[in-house]
């Protein structure tokens, strides 16, 4: 979770030295917010104030993705991985994506993306351990929807479940070679079924139906 400090005190100062040191961070990455001010007699005395303290978005984010991108350097090198890394802060969205790309991104694409999926777990894991629950991270592979792909291959699998019960063909729309590739995949896989890839002016689809005998 993010952490907030509400502090009091005579100056605001030493509030703001107070919150630095707790939160770890510098007087400039500070959003503070004034609760109270009560002003003291005429040297100051008895002045009173009352602030609550947080780090700004932007600098928490940028902490966040500079830890995760540490692991993930740390991973590659253990593992003899060649993965590039490119990092979007949505701040709006709170959120951290990290685009992966690279010759060894195939191998986190095995078996649907479970790998990609393992790997974002622990980053995420590892940031919260460093520096407490936060923002979400995300990892994509540069140029592929996983989640897309993940839903295809649901479509793709129930579309076959329906046409062992009707032996009616079915239509899965696709929008690239790969999709196509996985899609293929499947079929060949189940065995008893047969594809054919169509491209006319309503786009590109694979009709499925049972192999003829």
């Known amino acids: 979770m993010e952490k907030i400090l509400e502090l009091e005190g005579k100056s605001l100062d030493q509030l703001v030295e107070k919150a630095c040191q707790d939160l770890g961070c510098l007087p400039p990455d500070l959003d503070i917010e004034i609760k109270e001010f009560e002003a003291g007699g005429m040297l100051g005395s008895g002045r009173k104030i009352k602030a609550v303290f947080k780090i700004k ?62 790997v974002e777990f622990l980053v995420n894991k590892v940031v919260a351990k460093a ?9 994509k592979i540069k140029g592929i929807d996983i989640e897309r792909e993940r839903k295809l291959a649901q479509a793709v699998r129930k579309a076959l479940e ?8 079915r239509t899965i729309k696709i929008g690239n070679k790969r999709e196509e590739r996985l899609v293929l995949n499947i079929i060949k896989e189940e065995g008893d079924f047969e594809a054919e890839v169509v491209e006319d002016q309503k786009g590109k689809r694979v009709i499925l139906r049972v192999k003829n005998p």
């Open 162 to 169: 329906l046409i062992k019960k009707d032996q009616k063909e």
């Open 131 to 139: 520096l407490g629950v936060g923002p979400k991270i995300t990892l």
């Open 57 to 118: 978005p932007e600098k928490l984010l940028s902490e966040r993705a500079n830890r995760a991108l540490t692991f993930l350097k740390e991973l590659c090198f253990y593992s003899d991985f060649n993965l590039e890394t490119q990092t979007q802060i949505l701040k709006d969205q709170r959120e951290i994506v990290i685009i992966l790309s690279g010759e060894d991104t195939k191998y986190l694409l095995q078996n649907g993306g479970e790998v990609l999926s393992a």
